[in-house]
């Protein structure tokens, strides 16, 4: 990538000569865009307190995963002697901390703010138990809660040695008094607790004040015991190459084992913890002066998402704390069982969640596993809710014709869910497989065969989002239901080489990676290039949740230069910089962040009328070590309501949209020729409230009386 003279500060940039912002630090630009959604008095005051809980767990994963990462490439660069290495690692990782110092003091300001407006609410957050502050009905609930919640997981006081700290688990917490007695919490410990009080309020209790409150009392300990909470490298990998599959989960179930041993990345210390102890610590688990950090307001502010959800039941329907529930629709032909597959027959079919209802999923398979025309079910799993319907279904059909599941068992972080997911269906009979080698399975795709007068059909399911009640709800997300035999074919050959341990390569309509999707993202941008050269319309819309491949960016830097017009919509990270003359001046990026995550992923290419779906994100790791899916929409009705409603809306957003400026800063946007106060997420739930009346998903015909068009550009 040639040099250019580039108004963004070097602090963000990944090289000082390279016009690319380094992905862990607009990573943190992201999550600071999820903090200030807490900051936004245009959410309801218990959906700002979840997006400060996420903020917080985000960070937590980002050290854990991110961090982590830095520090072994810092590592092997020293081994290996390469000095300019470990000086650009180490400035990129003096940054990020410096970001987190910033964060951290922004979340304290947030959480102030909140605690001051819940408590008009009757919802009181309580980071100081004191006598001389609350009242003696208050203080013997927190007493209680400490009594009957903490008191009994207990583990006898020990002595406190820096030297044990290096037994300590991953997010282990420890309490040590200044006499040197320690106690090491055990996990099981929630970092947070809710008690009603007296006249219908809510008292908010953390673990870690409770400890300072009582702790010292209940053991005849004198002074207040410091707390400090260990993160660790959380990352683990476990290649799978074993012919045997019942050996598979045993094998990810020992990788388990290293998580809570990896190398520490990060202290969190309460102001109480004594200099001595911290400074033993410190020099026992190997960490430098930047790597410690103070607690902000709470150990346990990733605690606070438990908190909401425990206050919806008694308080949902106030406005002033939650937005009011939205019922997701399910599309007409989708709501009979008994003529479901007939519907599907006749078009295909878009879902766009969390405004369309998973339930029409849930109905498809359900009705599937109930049907006996229906010979065999096929599904992949990468991440799925703990009580599925889906799951429930598939095991009962199990008795009576094929199933087969496909399991991501390394899904970071849902690793033991989806190892006990395995060997419940095994145990009903369903044929389970997993994803083998280095490559992680992370296609989204389901998969009918149903003997209908003799023929064998496909009825297929391929979606940009995980198979999963819970997140249905709360991610956007996009669906295609399709009876193209053409794709069902090409799912049968992915399930069938997946289920034998093999890469699938010979698709006639689906592109996957790691064989092909990064080179046909590359083609398909360069044909966009080469018809800018020659004057034609040229125009590339990608919605992703990162963008960091930096192969990919050259390419986009390239369309820009040729005239293409190049909008993209990153919801993360995003290394390429837009807006720089003779460079990416004809690039534009924004970000949304609202009351639901954005996940969906679509690519389009006008020159070629080209749009894909996906479960891949433009990051080498989906290109080249994930098993991945991305379809065409083929179909003219759903090509023409994505591309002239969903994608142009986006950019018509003035209320969440931010932008990406040439200077690496995320800026509030004013789209041009919008209504004021567009809001995208409350729009496409308006559209799902009103059935696409108006739109190409119009079930009254609308297709018909609209006849497409190739004219699909948003504005600008």
């Not at 509030?668 to 919008?674: D, F, N, V, Y």
Request: hydrophobic share 40%; proline share 6%.
């Amino acid at each position: 990538m040639s040099p250019v003279s580039l108004p963004t500060p070097p602090s963000l940039l990944s090289a000082p000569d390279r016009p690319l912002i380094h992905r862990d630090l607009s990573w943190l630009q992201f999550n600071q865009r999820v903090l200030d959604e807490a900051r936004d008095h245009s959410n309801p005051l218990l959906e700002r307190l979840k997006f400060l809980s996420i903020s917080s767990s985000n960070l937590d994963e980002f050290f854990m995963i991110r961090v982590a990462s830095l520090g072994r490439a810092i590592g092997i660069a020293e081994r290996q002697g390469n000095q300019r290495v470990v000086r650009s690692h180490k400035r990129v990782r003096a940054s990020i901390f410096k970001s987190v110092e910033k964060l951290i003091r922004a979340q304290e300001t947030v959480f102030d703010e909140l605690a001051k407006a819940l408590k008009v609410q009757g919802v009181y957050l309580v980071t100081r138990i004191d006598p001389t502050l609350q009242s003696p009905e208050f203080l013997s609930a927190a007493l209680e809660t400490f009594q009957t919640e903490i008191m009994p997981k207990l583990e006898g006081p020990r002595v406190f040695h820096p030297s044990r700290l290096s037994q300590l688990g991953n997010l282990g917490l420890v309490a040590a008094f200044p006499n040197g007695v320690a106690f090491h919490l055990p996990k099981g410990l929630a970092p947070t607790y809710v008690r009603p009080i007296a006249g219908g309020g809510h008292a908010v209790l953390f673990l870690d004040h409770l400890l300072v409150a009582y702790l010292g009392a209940a053991f005849h300990l004198e002074g207040v015991p410091g707390l400090v909470r260990l993160t660790r490298d959380g990352d683990f990998s476990v290649e799978i190459q074993e012919e045997d599959s019942e050996s598979i989960p045993d094998r990810v179930r020992s990788g388990l084992s290293t998580r809570d041993r990896g190398r520490p990345v990060r202290l969190q210390a309460s102001t109480s913890m004594p200099a001595v102890h911290l400074d033993k610590a410190r020099a026992a688990l190997k960490l430098d002066q930047l790597q410690i950090f103070g607690p902000g307001r709470s150990l346990g502010l990733h605690g606070l998402w438990s908190v909401v959800q425990s206050l919806r039941a008694a308080k949902s329907e106030s406005p002033e704390l939650f937005f009011p529930e939205f019922k997701p629709l399910i599309p007409s032909p989708l709501r009979s069982k008994e003529t479901i597959f007939e519907s599907l027959r006749g078009q295909d079919f878009l879902l766009h969640h969390p405004y369309d209802s998973f339930d029409a999923y849930q109905s498809w398979i359900e009705a599937a596993c109930d049907d006996p025309k229906v010979t065999q079910i096929e599904q992949t799993v990468y991440r799925v809710d703990a009580v599925s319907p889906v799951i429930e279904a598939l095991k009962a059909a199990a008795k009576k014709k094929r199933i087969r599941v496909v399991i991501e068992l390394r899904a970071r972080f849902d690793e033991l869910n989806n190892l006990r997911l395995a060997e419940e269906l095994s145990r009903a009979g369903v044929e389970v497989a997993f994803g083998f080698g280095k490559l992680k399975l992370h296609a989204k795709v389901a998969l009918v065969t149903r003997e209908e007068n003799g023929v064998v059909t496909h009825y297929t399911h391929l979606s940009t989002g995980n198979y999963n009640a819970a997140t249905a709800r709360q991610y956007t997300d996009l669906a295609v239901f399709t009876a193209r035999p053409e794709i069902g074919a090409d799912a049968k050959h992915f399930f069938d080489s997946v289920c034998m341990g093999k890469i699938p390569t010979q698709f006639k309509t689906l592109v996957s990676a790691p064989t092909r999707l990064h080179k046909r993202i590359l083609g398909l941008i360069e044909t966009e290039t080469q018809a800018a050269e020659l004057g034609r319309k040229a125009r590339i819309i990608a919605k992703v949740n990162a963008l960091v491949d930096e192969t990919i960016i050259e390419a986009l830097y390239r369309a820009s230069r040729a005239g293409v017009q190049v909008d993209l919509i990153v919801r993360g990270a995003c290394s390429l910089i837009p807006g720089v003359p003779g460079l990416s001046e004809n690039i534009r990026v924004i970000s949304i962040v609202d009351r639901y995550l954005e996940h969906s992923r679509v690519y389009y290419f006008e020159s070629t009328r080209s749009m894909y779906l996906s479960s891949a994100d433009w990051m080498p790791r989906n290109f080249f070590s994930r098993l991945e899916l991305s379809f065409p929409i083929l179909d003219e009705r759903l090509f023409k309501y994505l591309a002239e409603t969903v994608l142009p809306v986006y950019f018509l957003d003035n209320v969440k949209a931010r932008e990406l400026s040439h200077d690496g800063a995320w800026r509030p946007r004013t789209a041009t020729g919008a209504p004021k106060n567009l809001r995208c997420q409350f729009y496409f739930s308006e559209l799902a409230r009103n059935e696409y009346e108006g739109t190409a998903l119009d079930p009254l015909d609308y297709a018909e009386k609209n006849p497409p068009t190739t004219e699909t550009r948003a504005p600008r």
